[in-house]
């Protein structure tokens, strides 16, 4: 009686899996440690962007509603650190 061997999952369809494997462990990992792939940007407070953009240290901004990205000027007064700081919102509500 001969005997059956099984068969053989293609070459591609290994590859396939393998992928898939190794991006599902990736993004559990980014899930569970956001700190090892997140941003690195340091945070200000938002009184320090004042202060600085006040002293002209401020080079350029990038305004968002949940983010402020600024660069400010390092010793020798080129681009330097870019910090990020969380915009306070005012009222636009005239005083009574």
Known sequence: MPVKKDPQVPRSRQI?????????????????????????IPREPYSMFIHQVQEHEVVRASVGQEEIRYQVKDVQGEPGQIYSTT???????PPC
């Open 87 to 93: 915009p306070i919102l005012t009222s636009s509500f």
């Open 16 to 40: 396939i899996n393998l992928v898939f494997l190794i991006s599902s462990g990736l993004l559990l990992l980014n899930i569970l440690l956001p700190s090892l792939f997140g941003n690195s």
